[in-house]
């Protein structure tokens, strides 16, 4: 099956033109973007690389990240020791994806159209995963967005989670734009909520100032509460370039990637730090805790649109990457009617993970949407290194000879390879590997994963 961007077509003609469409045209042009994973030429590239600062750090201001963060201390570890696993855990997870996210400028395509370069047809694999985890991260996020704006408005829960999956999808489907505006917006308006929050939680709370957990306990407990923050920064790789594909190729890389790197890192460690510090509060993990919490009223309410308006922000990125990877699958509907799928699919997800152990339920499909991501990071990066050393300094062109995929086999043999060697490290309350219960609970699987690829993947890749 051809498609357009393996040739780095832009104009695409007759059938293929689902994968064109209109792009916006200058900062604050809000109509529909109906461009799909055609790359953007480069007369139609805007933008500097201070707005990816914004785009990512808006998204990550949700009660996601504040509850994922109580996990450290539930541990049983004490506050620093968890603060300085969630730092960790939170730098490794955010380099890769500032670095790919630099890749977007150079080309004007997306993170999983460009994966078609290293992995050729078999980009159907990543493309579905990355599909299925965009819907899976729909329904971990509109979970605690729903649940509030159905307190917010005293709707029963279904309908404030119908409300939040119409508007994300909406976002969605206006597509590149008006989610950089957004979140341009979101910045200021969900530091000033959870700076609310934090104040909050200084004056009644108190963090655990010991540990419950030792020796080898202890040292699991460390390792599992890095990879949950690790896992939380690396789940945005697959988006990377999605979001800088409209910049100039004269934009400043190093810029990009600092940029990038801070605004993952910075929004991660504060929500998850805010998390630690309360966790003996945040006893009940839903928006109604997080009312009772602010004392109702006001604030409660305040703190109720904020959870909502975070996931919405958040959401609205899901749903614009989901249908990205729905179309390098090869699937042919227009991008803002992909994007409008993959908020029509996170409902009855949503549904189900609120109709029993919520928080084990969040937890396992956290962890789980995430192991296949290092190996693809792995390989991807192997096969642009080695286009970069072909190319010796030149511009990248997609439409060049040297712009040809991969063939299939080498990436997809790393790519499974990665996974099934991460098995016997993962460490969720669904499975625990044979070495993961060994080490006490540590989950070891994802820098596993990416090893093993690279150690697959680049002799196959170096002997092309």
Known sequence: MSLPYARGEVAVKGPQGVFDGRMPEAPGDLRV?????????????????GRLFTVWFAPNLTMTGV????????????????????????????????????WGSQTGA?????????????????????????????????LFGGDALAQLCGWPFWLGVLVMMGAQGALGVLGYEVIHRLQTVMTFALA?????????????????????????????????????????????APYASDFSRYLPRTASRPRMFWC?????????????????????????????GVDT??????????????????????????????????????????????????AVLGFPLVLWMHAADTTTRFQN????????????????????????????????DLSAESARPQPWWPALVAFVGAFAAAVPFMSTSLYVGPVARTLHGADLAYGVAFLAALVVYAPLRLRR
């Open 110 to 142: 997306g993170q999983l159209p460009l994966a078609r370069l290293a992995f050729g047809r078999a980009v159907l694999v990543p493309g579905a995963l990355q599909w299925l985890s965009s819907i899976a991260w729909d329904a971990l996020i509109g």
């Open 365 to 396: 499909v956290l962890l789980l949407v995430g192991y296949w991501i290092p190996g693809f990071v792995a390989i991807v990066a192997v096969d642009w290194l080695v286009r970069a050393r072909a190319r010796a300094g030149a511009p990248v």
């Open 293 to 342: 919490l602010l004392g109702g009223g006001v604030l409660g309410a305040f703190g109720l649109l904020a959870v909502a308006l975070a996931a919405l922000s958040s959401n609205a990125m899901n749903d614009y990457s989901g249908s990205l990877a729905l179309q390098t699958m090869g699937v042919r509907l227009p991008r803002p009617a992909a994007a409008a799928l993959a």
């Open 192 to 236: 000033a909520a959870f700076a609310a929050l934090t104040v909050k939680l200084l004056k009644g709370a108190h963090p655990a100032a010991a540990a419950s957990a030792h020796g080898a306990d202890r040292a699991g407990a460390f390792v599992l509460t890095c990879t949950i923050a690790l896992s939380l920064a690396l789940s945005w």
């Open 33 to 49: 973007e109906a461009r799909g994973i055609a790359p953007v030429p480069e007369d139609h590239r805007y933008g500097g690389p």
């Open 260 to 288: 990038t790197l801070a605004g993952i890192s910075v929004s991660f460690v504060a929500v998850q730090a805010l998390g630690l510090w309360g966790a003996s509060v945040f006893t009940d993990q839903t928006a109604r």
């Open 67 to 102: 509850f994922t963060g109580t996990v450290g201390v539930a541990l049983g570890l004490d506050f620093s020791t968890a603060l300085t696993a969630v730092v960790l855990g939170t730098l490794l997870g955010a380099v890769p994806t500032a670095y790919l996210g630099t």
